[in-house]
């Protein structure tokens, strides 16, 4: 079974911290269908109007994201949050390329809201996957190399019960074995933000998240919203 939470030592540190979270399963993932590459591509072009010249570190939600990574000892100029990093590839080259159905649900929601979003493939995972601080002996394979890696003490990681790491730096980038694929039919899915108000943005990007999930994917969703006072959904 599925499961998330935040380690209350984290939750200590980040007490701003909101979790929309989607436990998904029965997934049937697909090439995107044209409405839904459509819908993309007009989100895209609204993105850019609305952001203009605005450089993206003043965008309040990337932002907080900055401050968050420079709390725990990153540089956010160097490994930058998955929202920002999306931003920047759609601002500098005016587009972002199709995937599938599920990843660009992701994709769509991160940009019209500049929160991170992600899709966590479950085949791999076991037990309860935590957002915690690192111990520097967890392993972690990224998506595009081939060798594990050992996170930094004290980093910020996603990781399940037998210290597999399918995040590292928060939501800097994930691990070859999450990756959401075309045959996925189990994940999580995460959106979080670290700004003041960051709830009510969560719950309109989970919203929108559920009511795109349904339409073009379909499955058996299991939504929360997770923070101080609730800090785990199974």
Known sequence: ???????????????????????????????????????????????????????????????????????????????????????????????????????????????????????????????TVTVRFADGTESFTPHDLELPEHPEPGEVIFSDENNLVVARRWCWKQSMESLARQDTRMAIITTEAQHEGGRADIEAALGDLLGLLQNYIGGQFQPGVLGLGQPIIR
């Open 1 to 127: 079974m599925l499961a998330f939470r935040y380690h209350p030592d984290l939750l200590e540190r980040f007490p701003l911290v909101c979790g929309g979270v989607i436990l998904a399963q029965e997934l049937q993932n697909q090439p995107s269908p044209t409405d839904l590459q459509d819908a993309f591509l007009a989100e895209q072009r609204a993105v850019l109007a609305r952001v203009g010249a605005t450089p993206l570190s003043e965008i309040g939600s990337l932002a907080a994201w900055r401050q968050a990574f420079r709390a725990f000892g990153v540089d956010p100029t160097k490994y930058r949050s998955a929202a920002e990093a999306l931003l920047r590839r759609l601002t500098k080259k005016g587009d972002i390329p199709s995937i599938s159905a599920l990843v660009d649900i992701c994709n769509l929601v991160s940009i019209r809201y500049a929160l991170p979003v992600a899709a966590f493939d479950g085949r791999a995972l076991q037990g």
